[in-house]
């Protein structure tokens, strides 16, 4: 069964920082795009920040230089690292996979994970 089992968030308050991760599970994901999304209360999911399969990177404006998306060599494990954190990043963020990278920014992906609150305080 293929899974994706996301890890790492929690409350900060402003300025703070948290690590996300994503472990896949019964699949080899080294050929898809690999993506961090999120949701805030009233908001529609929104993509967060990507890496394809030969590792390029893309960021949504508002995270641009504060966060970073990373995998591991062996492409099992996903990471968000998160810094200098506001009250706007707070959203249930989820992590996702894809063959097509495109189609994660529009909120579409073949697996997703189940959520990983963040919230970030004042």
């Known amino acids: 069964q293929v899974q994706l089992v996301e890890s790492g968030g929690g409350s900060v308050q402003s300025g703070g920082s948290l690590r996300l991760s994503c472990e896949a599970f019964?699949?080899?994901?080294?050929?898809?795009?690999m993506g961090w999304l999120r949701q805030a209360p009233g908001k529609e999911r929104e993509g967060v920040a990507t890496?394809?399969?030969?590792?390029?990177?893309d960021y949504v404006a508002s995270v641009k230089d504060r966060f970073t998306i990373s995998q591991d060599n062996a492409k099992t494990t996903l990471y968000l690292q998160m810094n200098h954190l506001t009250p706007e990043d707070t959203a249930v963020y989820y992590c996702?996979?894809?063959?097509?990278?495109?189609?994660?920014?529009?909120?579409?992906?073949?697996?997703w994970g189940q959520g990983t609150q963040v919230t970030v305080s004042s």
């Open positions: 996702a996979a894809d063959r097509v990278g495109p189609r994660l920014w529009l909120g579409h992906a073949n697996y």
């Open positions: 890496i394809d399969s030969d590792g390029a990177t």
């Open positions: 019964g699949n080899t994901f080294s050929t898809y795009c």
